[in-house]
């Protein structure tokens, strides 16, 4: 991973320095930290520490180009530093992105097309860390095969932020010292240390209260940057003996290297424990070259790592897509020996091509270095090869699952089925809707977007249909279940003049009883939202009642909480219309069919495994006598079975979600239903 571009390969008036200025340890530092990310992702499935080395690195090479201007008495353009940095990194990053846009189409499911669509937006324009925090994802995680095949740019995202703000700090504090008679070297001292101290206390609360968004965190990475930074500013005035060094770079690298086997990285990253890879970097670079063949710089400087140094920037950018696409082709959790080591390989070859024949002639090429309106020409020419498969892809992907969806009729009758309208005949030869590339955002949709909280980890929905003064007043409490509901209900509500609102939390039923596995989160939610609806005093709440059991043979069940939670609407002389739950299946159902097309009961599950013979519900439903139970099951497991796929309609999004294409094809059974229980005509 290329921090920035080596000292011998600066152009313009840095060139005049390049041989006292390039040090070979370094790139021999950078080799070794990219082999320890590859293979520790590679062949451990673990974290390594190697990247947090990479930000230090690039730190420091930074704070030298800048300070070697500054002696040099040389102003620093800002946008034409921006143009001539982001246009030599960028190339390879855009290969990278493509060559995994055409593998994601020839190998991996097609439910997971849209998803590295995303990443490769994201990771385009330098913000892929920021779409990972809000999606919650573990890069902990063991078992890569389910990941983003550009997961890894989050790394590269906040070095390109880095990139932006450090220069403008340089410039700034260059302007100040010339401004006002300072000295340049201890101002930037100064600053850079409470920018170090400011985060690292940072990075350590976030990381202790909710360590998978601070991975990704750029303030909770800016310390690492901040160290690389002051290890630059204060090296030329340390001075030890060629023994300390030498000492000093055998401790760096034993810990260096040791780093991802010793510590538990999944737990504590990037908090303070994060200074032992960090240090450990700075340990080897205070070392330098000490001339001595028992220094560690004697090994660091041998050609072979020097030139490999010269592709870990390709490296890096290659071996996790190849890693995470072979997981999804080959249907593995984790890479062999073997088929690591030929990942390995092959992420080296196409790292040598790609540094060979992209990134070396665009980095040589003289043209755009003329002025900044070519720079950006440039600039602007490579972001577009990948913008077109970016934009296109897509399209074509909506405009395949529009078309489906049109010709939806009595070719996918879903819900009708089942119903007995009419005798359907399956016919297999009749492709499913809705299409596996839309599959994943398959939910019900508002005519305005959804109001989400704070945090993406609580998964919270505030969802209006923007009819106020309805007719009626319908309210959706619960869970993302309950949440499935609005599809009919937004149909209904239109067709009627009702106002809508919905307001659910993923995994949080209704319930105020932190015993039957409803978390404290969940208590307060409901709370929060049972006082809300109170006050809006609607016609009607919606909400499900039983809960199904994600576990097979475990039936399904009513809590205690929940009735308490219904009695006080009914107090309030609010009527409630309960929905008995949908079944769940055993794994997530589109990658289940996608495995196995065909297999729709297969794919599903069992009724015996998810409901009781009779519905929990008939214990309480005198206690709740303004509470109507309703019970669509029979459109879900017709017979014995529940299958995954009813009237060449896929029934599930995962494992226990209804399509909202499901749910439109149900519309007029829940209609009815609902209609009889509220009495409304």
């Not at 009883?513 to 609806?533: G, H, R, Y």
């Amino acid at each position: 991973m290329r921090a920035m571009v080596p000292a011998r390969h600066q152009s313009g008036t840095a060139k005049t320095t390049a041989k006292s200025t390039f040090r070979p340890e370094i790139q021999g530092l950078r080799s070794v930290a990219v082999l320890m990310v590859v293979t520790y992702h590679i062949w451990f499935g673990r974290v390594s520490g190697g990247v947090d080395i990479f930000l230090l690195v690039s730190a420091f090479l930074m704070a030298g180009q800048f300070t070697r201007r500054y002696a040099a008495g040389q102003n620093t353009a800002l946008l034409m530093h921006y143009l001539h940095h982001f246009r030599r990194l960028l190339p390879a990053a855009v290969t990278v992105i493509i060559g995994t846009l055409a593998a994601t189409y020839l190998f991996m499911p097609a439910t997971r097309w849209m998803d590295t669509i995303q990443q490769g937006w994201a990771s385009l324009f330098y913000v892929e860390n920021f779409l990972l925090q809000s999606q919650a994802v573990n890069y902990y995680a063991s078992d890569h095969s389910s990941a983003s095949p550009l997961e890894h740019f989050w790394s590269l995202s906040i070095q390109g932020q880095v990139f932006i703000i450090w220069p403008i700090i340089f410039v700034g504090v260059a302007w100040l010292a010339r401004r006002f008679k300072l000295a340049y070297i201890p101002l930037l001292r100064y600053i850079f240390g409470l920018i170090f101290l400011a985060s690292l206390v940072y990075s350590v609360v976030f990381t202790a209260s909710d360590q998978a968004s601070a991975y990704f965190s750029t303030l909770a990475r800016l310390w690492e940057f901040a160290l690389g930074t002051l290890l630059a500013l204060f090296l030329p005035s340390l001075k030890f003996s060629r023994t300390v060094r030498i000492v000093l770079g055998w401790v760096g690298i034993v810990a260096m290297l040791s780093c991802g086997l010793i510590l538990n990285v999944e737990g504590v990253f990037p908090g303070w424990v994060a200074l032992w890879p960090t240090l450990a970097a700075a340990c080897l670079i205070t070392a330098g070259q000490t001339g001595s063949r028992f220094g560690v710089d004697r090994f660091l400087s041998s050609k072979p790592l020097v030139r490999m140094g010269n592709n870990s920037y390709a490296l890096y950018l290659w071996h996790w897509p190849m890693l995470v696409i072979y997981l999804a082709w080959s249907g593995k959790t984790h890479a062999g020996w073997l088929s690591g080591t030929a990942i390995i390989i092959a992420a080296m070859i196409m790292a040598v091509l790609t540094t060979r024949f992209i990134e070396k002639p665009w980095r040589e090429w003289k043209w755009p270095e003329a002025n900044r309106r070519r720079s950006l020409v440039s600039l602007v020419a490579v972001g577009t090869v990948a913008l077109l498969p970016l934009t296109g892809w897509p399209l074509q992907i909506e405009q395949t699952n529009r078309t489906l969806l049109a010709n939806m009729d009595a070719r996918n009758p879903g819900a009708a089925a089942v119903g007995g309208q009419y005798v359907y005949t399956p016919d297999r030869s009749v492709p499913l809707v809705p299409a596996m590339t839309a599959i994943d955002a398959d939910w019900p949709m508002f005519p305005t977007p959804c109001t989400t909280a704070k945090d993406p980890q609580e998964f919270v929905n505030i969802c209006t249909n923007g009819i106020k003064n309805g007719k009626k007043n319908v309210v959706v409490i619960g869970s993302s279940h309950a949440h499935v509901l609005n599809t009919p209900l937004l149909t209904m509500a239109a067709k009627n003049d009702w106002s809508l609102t919905s307001i659910t939390k993923g995994y949080c039923p209704l319930g105020e009883d932190t015993a039957a596995d409803i978390t404290q989160a969940c208590v307060d939610f409901n709370k929060s939202t049972l006082d809300e609806v109170l006050k809006m005093h609607p016609d009607v709440v919606v909400t499900t009642s039983t809960r199904t059991n994600a576990q097979p043979g475990v039936p399904e069940k009513l809590d205690p909480g929940w009735v308490s939670e219904v009695k006080t609407l009914n107090a309030a002389g609010i009527q409630v219309v309960a929905f008995r739950d949908t079944p769940r299946a055993a794994e997530p159902v589109p990658a289940c069919l996608e495995k196995n097309p065909g297999a729709y009961v297969a794919c599903g599950s069992q009724r015996d495994q998810i409901y009781s013979e009779d519905s929990p519900t008939a214990a309480v439903a005198g206690e709740l006598p303004d509470t109507k139970f309703l019970d669509l099951s029979k459109y879900f497991c017709p017979d014995t079975n529940c299958p995954a796929v009813i009237g060449n309609v896929i029934v599930y999004k995962d494992d226990n979600h209804v399509t909202a294409t499901y749910m439109k094809t149900l519309t007029p059974y829940f209609e009815q239903a609902f209609m009889a229980a509220t009495g409304w005509t």
